[in-house]
């Protein structure tokens, strides 16, 4: 089944719920069990606390989309309504949503491993991807701006990164590209935003950039140790690309922003072949002293949450703007926006 705004492919039928779905479709329906199944999930109680939440918020309701076991939730606030993602036999291992919140990957690591693409107005699977790491199953996904393609970690005992183009309904990734085992376990991807042939995965010891096109995968591990700068680093944590195309941040538990800059060839002869994933570091900025657990960004702001449960606003040249310090958390596992205008301000919203 095809995207119904992809321009490459056909679009879906005018007569699909999907293509006829809005954000409030899911919860129109009543989520009355069916007389037909004995067994029907009509509530989920917890969460998997690994995988990101998702804040997929509108301006009249609280929605969020988290994981539990084998399930994904959509969970409306709001209404105290539930609607659940379900089609795996093993317990999700990773999720990822596009830029507007329509479309939902969720991935896992069993004997039988699945990549399956939702609509998330609808909550209907729109294409599934069967056997895509079938030695060790998905450990990180990541979904382009555009929400095209998607790109997985493997869990392999020599990990593969694979870059799929769902939208064509192949089951066969575009292009891949093998790990050496000296990398670490890779568990951190990310797409770049404004180039979608860019890619950063990090492990604890180890990031690495990549670029690719229709037939190869090439990538870079710079060196980066404590004699480079003669600096404690740190493990990574997270990485997001800078808005400054050549450049790329990186986050340690040293509570420091790695700063990564493309590597320019000597001559300008050599320029027509600069390859974007070829970095250094070129500098480590210390933030702050407790571990840096998450970094994104939104809008032209630079967002990190720490062990110490404080989040943290940076504007484009690393400047703090604002540091939420006062609210009780405990380490930061993750952190998501909402795309639309907050609620205006009244004792029931307490924005």
């Known amino acids: 089944m095809k995207r119904p705004d992809s321009k490459e492919e056909t679009p879906i039928d005018e007569d699909s719920i999907i293509y006829t779905a809005t954000p409030r479709t899911a919860f129109e329906k009543e989520n009355t069990p069916p007389t037909d199944k004995p067994l029907n999930l ?9 995988i990101p939440v998702y804040n997929l918020e509108d301006k009249e309701h609280q929605v969020l989309l988290y994981v539990c076991a084998h399930t994904a939730v959509i969970h409306d606030l709001t209404h105290n309504h539930q609607r659940h993602l379900q089609g795996h036999c093993s317990c999700i291992s990773c999720m990822c949503v596009s830029e507007d919140g329509r479309w939902v990957a969720t991935a896992d690591h069993g004997p039988e491993s699945l990549i399956i693409v939702w609509d998330s107005f609808s909550c209907v699977p729109v294409h599934t991807i069967f056997q895509s790491h079938p030695e060790g199953g998905v450990v990180a996904i990541a979904m382009s701006q555009n929400a095209k393609y ?8 020599v990990q593969k990164v694979c870059i799929w183009d769902w939208t064509t309904g192949s089951e066969t990734p575009v292009c891949a590209a093998e790990l050496k085992g000296e990398f670490g376990l890779q568990k951190y991807i990310i797409f770049n935003p404004q180039d979608h042939t860019q890619i950063i995965t990090n492990s604890d010891t180890q990031v690495i950039f990549y670029s690719w096109d229709n037939s ?15 600096k404690v680093v740190g493990t990574f944590s997270q990485s997001v690309f800078h808005s400054v195309n050549v450049r790329a941040l990186t986050a340690t538990s040293a509570g420091k922003l790695v700063v990564w800059e493309t590597i320019n ?19 480590l900025m210390h933030l702050q002293k407790d571990a840096i657990t998450v970094l994104t960004t939104h809008d032209r702001y630079y967002v990190t949450g720490g062990s110490r449960g404080h989040v943290k606003f940076y504007d484009q040249q690393l400047h703090l703007l604002n540091c939420y310090s006062h609210l009780n958390l405990t380490p930061i596992q993750s952190i998501s926006f909402s795309k639309s205008s907050p609620l205006p301000a009244s004792d029931k919203t307490k924005y």
């Open 42 to 50: 009509v509530w989920s109680f917890g969460m998997n606390n690994n």
């Open 150 to 157: 998607l790109a997985t970690i493997g869990g392999e005992t």
């Open 216 to 230: 190869t995968l090439e990538y870079a591990a710079p060196l980066l140790n404590n004699s480079t700068f003669n």
């Open 265 to 283: 060839p000597p001559s300008i002869r050599e320029r027509a072949f600069i390859k974007p994933h070829n970095k250094k570091a070129l500098k």
